[in-house]
């Protein structure tokens, strides 16, 4: 059947509209295609995000939320036992000793005044080994006030004379040294605000002081610590193995950099303006400028100033990764399961080494064996090209020489725990007291944070040093040794 010039031009024109929708649509199809698979990455990442926890992430414990348990699910329901709470019938109790004759203050003796079988009157002899009963009481002393008066003596010529202002005997503080040491102790070791540290002293010793005289007594007991955190600083960096973390602070809202360096013994801090390499690098550095000992961290890269073989990676900081790479799907999940297997031996063998179940020679044949198996597992994550997974492999084997310092050198442990324990006393006072105002503050915090740590890792008294430092510094006599007895 034969088609017109007019119907031939209407079919051409409505082929050609439809193929201009058909095109319209298929762009459209496109465009919602890649909107769909943003979308799908976006909720991936949001719920890595929502899965991460203290186990498989940076974040610290206090951040998982209550009931979470080490993957970061809730707990289950238990079956509820059927034992009473409390001590449980047969155990060993548990009782307070009696303190020994140098530590109690006062003794009240009692005697029986008649016989109990003839009723006849009873000298008061001491018992050899008399029943003893004890109660520990708090004394309250309160607030002790000295006043230095200077008196105006007029003599038979008819002049008068005041006696001379002695600054060796008249303090230049209207504060002693224990009431100093004792509010650094309550703001500085406690991390009371010091609001609450002037409302304790006012309510236990009646002592009534402003915040701003507050600051300056912080202000004196950071000047006294000047030479015990030098002590410190010069401990930490020329010893043989060491750790360090850092987390964030404040300078009025401005974020700022905490740095700690630590041994078993020693603890010392520094707050930087940031992270970067040449902001911190001097920190690490002995007086002659040298880089001394192994360096436990992880493996951010600022750490490149420090050659490669005398570090040691932190494997928690691994495993945590490898937890994270577990719970995603598909080949990520396979890698991260297969790596989380090697970072679980090398974490059984270690303790077996510490229980003195394993040799070191035996922990270096067995760390050999899982060394293999999982640099091969990373050489093949890292070269799979998938996401979020062969970015980090590739990093851990450029670290490869500082995963087994551990298993070679004595004394270096495969943890970087030691200067995250001693950051967590930090992060908790941040939440307090949201950073610092001043670089005043800065310093008084890095300071009395470097020797309220040593101490404690030294077991020594934290008010007792405080008070003979600022004693000292009062009487311009010698400061007391941070390191020493």
């Known amino acids: 059947m034969a088609v017109s010039a007019d119907e031939h031009g209407a079919l051409v024109a409505e082929n050609a509209e439809l193929k201009s929708l058909l095109a319209e649509l298929a762009a459209q199809i496109a465009e919602l295609k890649e909107q769909h698979a943003t979308a799908l990455q976006a909720i991936a990442t949001l719920t890595q995000q929502q899965s991460q926890n203290s186990t498989n992430s940076h974040l610290p414990p206090s951040s998982d939320g209550p009931g979470a348990t080490a993957r970061g699910v809730r707990k289950s329901k238990k079956t509820k036992s059927e034992r009473k709470r409390g001590g449980q019938k047969g155990r060993r109790g548990a009782h307070r000793q009696l303190l020994p004759a140098e530590q109690v203050h006062e003794f009240v003796d009692l005697f029986p005044a008649a016989c109990e079988g ?3 009157a009873l000298p008061e002899v001491e018992d050899v080994d008399p029943r003893r009963y004890q109660r520990l009481e708090l004394l309250l002393a309160g607030p002790h006030v000295t006043e230095w008066r200077r008196h105006l003596v007029t003599c038979a010529c008819g002049h008068e004379t005041r006696a001379a202002y002695d600054a060796g005997v008249i303090p230049a503080s209207p504060f002693g040294p224990r009431l100093v040491s004792v509010l650094a102790t309550l703001t500085g070791a406690y991390h009371l605000s010091r609001r609450r540290a002037q409302l304790l002293l006012r309510e236990l010793f009646g002592i009534e002081i402003s915040l701003g005289v507050i600051s300056q007594m912080e202000a004196r007991m950071s000047k006294s610590l000047v030479s015990a955190v030098e002590e410190a600083r010069a401990d930490v960096v020329t010893a043989n193995v060491k750790h360090t973390d850092v987390t964030s602070w404040l300078l009025a809202g401005v974020t700022m950099s905490m740095w700690v360096l630590s041994t078993q013994l020693t603890s010392y801090f520094r707050i930087f303006k940031d992270g970067c390499r040449a902001t911190i690098e001097s920190m690490f550095k002995d007086d002659e400028g040298r880089l001394v000992g192994i360096m436990t961290s992880d493996r951010a890269s600022v750490f490149g100033f420090w050659r490669m073989g005398l570090r040691q990676m932190c494997w928690a900081h691994l495993l945590r990764k490898f937890v994270s790479f577990s719970e995603r799907d598909g080949p990520v999940g396979t890698f991260g399961r297969e790596l989380l297997d090697y970072a679980a031996l090398t974490f059984d063998y270690w303790r077996g080494f510490c229980d003195g179940k394993l040799t070191r020679e035996k922990l270096e044949i067995w760390m050999h064996r899982i060394r293999r198996g999982f640099e091969a597992t990373l050489e093949r994550a890292a070269a ?7 970015g980090s492999c590739a990093d851990m084997l450029a670290h490869r020489e500082a995963l087994r310092t551990f298993v070679d050198v004595e004394g270096v442990e495969p943890t970087n725990n030691l200067a995250e324990r001693d950051l967590r006393e930090l992060v908790i006072w941040r939440k307090r007291c949201f950073g610092s105002q001043s670089l005043r503050g800065l310093r008084f915090v ?11 890792k030294r077991g020594r008294g ?6 003979r430092t600022v004693a000292a510094s009062f009487a311009g006599t010698p400061k007391p040794s941070l390191l020493g007895a």
């Open 118 to 120: 003839c009723a006849r």
């Open 384 to 390: 799979s090209g998938l996401d979020h997974l062969s």
């Open 446 to 456: 890095e300071r009395v944070m470097t020797v309220v740590q040593t101490l404690r």
């Open 462 to 467: 934290v008010l007792d040093f405080l008070e």
